[in-house]
Each structure stands twice: as C-alpha cells, then as structure tokens.
C-alpha cells in the first residue's frame, strides 16, 4: 500500500536534481583546473537534464505523441541556444571595439 | 515600521485617484451585502473552473484595465497638449506613462486575448472545457492578483517610474530609491507564471481534446493561431521569469546582477527584457490575426485564401521572433555585424507578414461582403497595420534608426502596430463572439458609431507624432518650451485622445444599450458562421456540446450547412464534467500578501504568506476531485429547453 502511494521514483530524482547541483558548486568553491571545471559543469548538466526528461517529462512514455515531444524539445533547444549564443554575439563578439 | 514609505504625496490628483478607489471597494462591497450576492459570487465565479466563465472575467478585467490605461493616456496628451503644461509634474509624468506600457501590454492586451482564446478555442474544436480546467483558474487568479498588486502600487507607495522597460541602471536600488519598481518585479512575476500555466494548458487542450476527425490542418485558423502563440508563451516568458527574479535579487536583496559596479551588467537587463518582449509582441498579435481570418471568412462568405499559407507564415513568424531582439537597442553600443544581422531578420518578417495580408486581400476578392461591426474593424485594420509595418521597417535599418531611436516616431510606429494589430482585434472579436456568450447581439448602429470615433480619431492622435518625432521630439519627455514649435501638433494629438475617448464611451454604452433592449438570437447562429462553436446554442450549456461532433471537413460546420450532413450522429451519454474549486482563488489571494510584502521587505509576514503558497499547493496536489457526471436525462432536460429558447 505504502509502495503504490509514495511517489518513490520522484522523491529519488528530487533529490538527485539537489545532489547534481551541489555538485556543482565544486567549480566555485573548489581549486581545480578550468578543463577540469568545465568537465563537471558538462556532466552534472547532462545528468540533469536527462533526469528532468525522463523522470518528470515522462519522455519515454506514450510513443503516440513522440513527434510532438521532439519538435517541442527541439524548438527549446533553438530557442535556448539563439538566446545565449545571440547574448554572447551582442556583447563579446560583435561589441564594438 | 516605518508607516511613512505606504504614503505618496503631493498630487491632488492621487488623493482623489485613493478617494475613488476607497468609495469604489465600499460600494462594491456594500452591494454584494445589500443583493446578498456572496453566495452567488463565490458559488458561480470566483469558484469557477468553466472555461467560459474564466473567459467573461478575463475580459471584464481587460475592459477595466482598458480605461485605467485609457486614463494614465488622457493624462499623458493633456500634460504635452500645450508647451509648459503643469498638470503633472516630471515625477507623476513618469509614473503614468510607466504604469499606461505595463497595463495595456501585460493587464489589458493580454487577458483580452488569453479571454477570448478562453471562451472560443475548446468550443471552436468540439471540447468540453480546457485540458486542466483547475489549472486554468489559477492561472485567471494569478493574471488578476498580480495586476491588483500593480494598480494599488499607485496610492500605496508609488508606481514604478522607469518606463514599462524599466531599464538598469535607472530601474536600479541606487537610481529609484522608492518601492514603484519592486512593484514593477513581483505584479509581473505572479501574473508572468498565470501566463505560463495558460501556455501549457492551451497546448495541450488543442493538441489532445479535437474532436474525432478534426486533423491539425483542418483547425479553424483562430485556434492555430492561439496554438503557435501559446507555444511562444511557454518559450518566452521563463525568460522573463528569469529576468523579473535577477531584478528582484537586485533590489532586494542587494545582489549585483544589472549593476553597474561589482562584476554587474546593466544591460544584460535590456537583453534579457527584449528577448522575452518581442516575443511578447507576436504573442499579441498572432491571435489577432487569427480572429481577423475568422472574421474576413465568416463576412465574405468564402474560406479563407491560402490555409496552408497562413499557417506557415505563422510557423515562421514565431520562429523569426526570437531572433530579432536587438532591434529594440541598435544604439546601445554593439558593432555594425550585430546591428546588421538584426536589421536582416527584422525585415525578414515583413515578408511571412506581408503573406498574410494579401490572403486576407484574396479572401476578400469576390466575396459576398457583409459590413458589420466586426467586419469594419478588420477591414480597417488592413490599411492602418500597414502603414505600422512600413515604418517598422523604416526603423528596422539600423543606421537610420540612430535618427529615431526613442523620438515620438517610435511611438507613433508601436501604436499603429498594436492599435490596429491587437485592440481593434479584440474589439471586432468581442463583437463578433458577444452573441455565442450572452445570445444577444450588440448593437450595430452604435457599434459602428463608436467604430467610426475610435479609427478617425486613432490616425488624429498618432499620426502626428510621426512627424514630431522626425522634428526631433523625443519620447518620455513630460514637457517642452514653446520655442520648439511642438505645439500644435501635440494639440492636435490631444484632440484626437479626447475622440477616442468618446469612441471607448460609446462601445461601452453600448454594452449597456444592448443588454437591457436587444432582442434574443434564436438562432444561435448570428452571423452564418463557419466553424464549431457557432454549432451549439448560444448561450451554450455547461458542457458545451451534447454530443462531441464529428468532423470530416475545415469549416466543419459550415460544410454541415451547405451539404445538410449532420455533425452529431451519437447518441447523449452520460458527461463527465469537472468540479468547482475555491483553491485558485485563495492561492491566488496568498499569491496578493507575499507580493505585497516583499515589496515593502516585511519580511516575516511574506514569510507567512510564502508559506501559505506552499501549503495551498500541497493541498491541490493532493486533493482527490474527480469531478461529475451530468445524467442522460439532465442533459436531454437542458437540450429541450435549450431548443425551446429558454435560458438554463
């Protein structure tokens, strides 16, 4: 009874979303290399996203609107990387110098 | 505690705005108790989880942010009408053309929009209600609650004061020392995550709750528009989220994000702001467009000209969106590349734009053209919009715009963008949609006199400020010397302010006309109508359809009419239905205090109220309602009646 009611599955995946961003913070409070640093960002940030995906957005479940969930993770993605790479295009690339 | 930072002083002006607002709250109050209304208010609205009843508030709401906009408007013109104005001073000035940008945008444009969506979209696809008919409610309360918080913010503290932009470093602790843009932050986060919820919420409503047979390309256009918009919605506004909390830390709590010392960048705010307000512009008028396809087919009694178009174009313009950012700030520092590139994608979207116009054009070629009220207004959209679009390109070239960057010539150009684009759309979709709400038409006789009011005085009021700025007149100044010949032209401005006035008068006495003299629709379809929800009566039922219609074609009504082919073949079963809920609202309520105590940093009580927010939250995720079942026979009951012209 306990079993079917608590939500096990999330609870374990909240806390490993807060475990992966502690994990994080090593880059600002620990003295390591700035490969080193960036190495961690991209592994903890993986992690996590797949963790957000799988556990909460339920992607692999209900192969019936699958199309949907990629045209929409695609267009995240789109909309993610013009914001950061047009930020960094405005500010640092093409400031005028 | 320190009482003195709640009062604003001075103006005469602000005493009596505080006046009218207490006299107003007593009157309401005293009047629910004298009506004894609680019940009834609680029991049918604030309770509410129907989506046509969330659509009515959302449009209530628009209506009277519409006039306190309108207002702050009056005030703007009467103080530039004639050079040395002392109607306001620098201080108020600035707080009203502030607090005029947020409401017309966020509180009045917006819900407008989101309300029409509300009452039509589940109707024009053959649902019974939105796909999380709860969720809906909160995002309503959050939407209302967060503008209360903004309109209160001008007798109880002091408005925000650095335009509807609130750019840093001015939008900073250090340079608006007073609470106004505190206000500014949290009235438009809490209303920002009501808009994000309506983005999942009507994503999902249109992508699972068709009706058998209704494939996407057969949608009607007004529901593909909300469709694209809504995603736009959900990929815009985490960025203003975002935004709105940096500020917040700013300013509250003393972090250094958009500061100009200590690693901060005051300009990633303007970035940030535009990369979610340009956007924000599509997300206004893309459902325009919609409501404008709608209207231009039902009045020319034909489909509308390049379906397939439409939508692409659409398709296109919401990805165009998110690339023309920088526009907003060609002169901010950045180098010819940038600006360049930006200027390419701005002009870009002329082109999907410029589709859209000439199918509206070839949708009208040949038609059998009726000129009602909804119809005028489309068809003077036309014209007005595009002569909004041709400057917006003349702004789009970035060298010239270094020339009329933040002049009266941007001004005018925004109006004549969002006039035409968003409030004639909502106002011809009010008129055309009214009947399908109330089962009464409004007035055409009125509607058009109030029509011809508001478009003639709409091009005397902006269409000078074109060539002010040109002359050199900037925007946001609250006056200038006499000597600079500005005079007659803002005279002129005024005057048309004052006729447009009169025009938003009339439509509202027309509301009041109709409702007390003109006679039921019988027929529960007004205006020979193309699409679903002109299939069910007017008013409708609380479930909206008795039996979910079958569809095999676009126009799938109409195509019924024309070929006699039924659209109901089931039989009535029994319908499930969802219950009402007081949550949403009290949520929203606790949502009101944490807001307002963050803004005047009482900590421990918006500890309280934040708390409550999470208890509220816990208590709807666990709550176990799996709503109703209206009976076979109830429903025939309602039908009958229904059929026999009763109200039920």
């Known amino acids: 009874m306990m079993k079917q009611l608590f939500p096990i599955r999330h609870v374990m995946g909240y806390l490993a979303s807060l475990v992966l961003s502690a994990a994080a913070l090593i880059v600002i409070y620990g003295d390591l290399s700035k490969g080193a640093n960036m190495a961690v960002l991209l592994v903890t940030a993986i992690i996590q996203a797949s963790l957000q995906l799988f556990v909460f957005m339920h992607i692999g479940e209900s192969a019936d609107t699958k199309k949907e969930l990629y045209i929409n993770i695609a267009y995240a993605l789109f909309v993610g990387l013009v914001t950061i790479y047009g930020t960094l295009y405005i500010f640092v690339w093409g400031w005028y110098a | 505690m320190d009482l003195e930072k709640f009062k604003v002083h001075g103006e005469p002006l602000i005493y009596g705005a505080m006046i009218s607002i207490a006299l107003a709250t007593i009157g309401i109050l005293v009047g629910l108790t004298y009506f004894k209304k609680w019940g009834y208010l609680w029991r049918e609205w604030l309770t509410t989880v129907d989506h046509k009843k969330i659509g009515v508030m959302y449009i209530l709401a628009a209506l009277l942010m519409l006039f306190r906009g309108g207002v702050d408007a009056m005030m703007m013109r009467l103080q530039t009408a004639a050079p040395e104005m002392k109607f306001l001073d620098a201080q108020h000035y600035n707080e009203v053309f502030t607090t005029h940008g947020l409401i017309m945008i966020l509180f009045m444009a917006m819900p407008f929009i989101i309300g029409l969506m509300n009452v039509i979209v ?24 967060g503008a209360m918080l903004l309109n209160i913010s001008f007798v109880i503290g002091g408005s925000p004061d650095a335009g509807w932009s609130a750019y840093f470093p001015l939008a900073s602790l250090e340079f608006s020392p007073t609470v106004g843009n505190n206000y500014y932050s949290l009235a438009l986060q809490i209303s920002g995550i009501g808009t994000l919820i309506t983005g999942v919420n009507f994503i999902v409503t249109i992508l699972k709750m068709r009706a058998p047979g209704m494939k996407l390309m057969k949608m009607p256009m007004f529901t593909w528009s909300v469709l694209i918009t809504n995603v736009i919605i959900v990929f815009a506004f985490p960025v203003l989220t975002v935004a709105l909390a940096l500020m917040m830390f700013d300013r509250l709590f003393g972090s250094q994000f958009f500061t100009m010392a200590n690693g901060g960048m005051d300009m990633l705010w303007a970035n940030l702001f535009w990369v979610w307000g340009h956007p924000e512009v599509y997300i206004v008028i893309l459902p325009a467009f919609g409501i404008y396809s709608e209207i231009i087919a039902t009045f020319s009694k034909k489909n509308l000209y390049g379906y397939t178009s439409m939508v692409f174009s659409m398709l296109i313009i919401s990805l165009l969106s998110f690339l023309v950012w920088a526009h907003h700030f060609y002169t901010m520092g950045q180098g010819a590349m940038v600006n360049s590139f930006f200027s390419i994608t701005t002009m870009a979207i002329a082109v999907p734009t410029g589709v859209k116009i000439f199918n509206w054009l070839f949708t009208l070629r040949k038609g059998r053209i009726t000129f009602t009220t909804p119809m005028l207004y489309t068809l003077a959209f036309i014209p007005i919009f595009t002569i909004g679009g041709v400057t917006g390109v003349m702004l789009a070239m970035a060298s010239a715009d270094y020339q009329y960057h933040n002049t009266m010539f941007l001004v005018a150009h925004f109006h004549y963008v969002l006039i035409p684009g968003a409030v004639f759309a909502v106002i011809a979709g009010f008129h055309y949609w009214f009947p ?3 089962g009464f038409r409004l007035n055409e006789r009125l509607g058009k006199h109030s029509f011809w009011w508001i478009v003639i005085s709409f091009n005397v009021t902006f269409f000078p400020l074109f060539f002010l700025g040109l002359m050199g007149m900037t925007r946001r100044m609250y006056t200038y010397s006499e000597e600079s010949g500005f005079g007659p032209l803002n005279m002129l401005s005024f005057a048309g302010a004052v006729g447009l006035a009169i025009g938003f008068v009339l439509l509202v006495y027309n509301i009041y006309w109709s409702t007390r003299y003109m006679p039921r629709d019988t027929t529960s379809d007004p205006w020979d109508g193309r699409t679903l929800e002109w ?69 421990i009580p918006a500890i309280v109220a934040g708390v409550g927010v999470l208890i509220m939250l816990a208590a709807m995720s666990f709550d176990r309602d799996h709503g109703y079942y209206i009976s076979v026979d109830e429903v025939m009951a309602t039908e009958k009646k229904l059929m026999r012209g009763e109200t039920v």
């Open chain 2, 122 to 145: 589940p109707l024009q696809i053959g649902a019974r209600d939105v796909a999380f008919p709860r969720l809906n409610a909160v995002s309503f309360w959050l939407f209302f609650f």
């Open chain 2, 535 to 603: 299939a069910t009566h007017s008013p409708m039922p609380v479930y909206n359809f008795a039996v979910v219609p079958k569809v095999t074609t676009m126009d799938a009504f109409w195509n019924a009419k024309q070929n006699k082919t039924p659209l109901f073949e089931d039989k009535i079963t029994k319908i499930h239905m969802p219950s009402n809920t007081g949550k949403p609202f009290i949520l929203g309520v606790i949502f009101f205090f944490l807001g307002f105590f963050l803004v005047f940093s009482m900590w």
């Open chain 2, 436 to 438: 399908k709400v109330f």
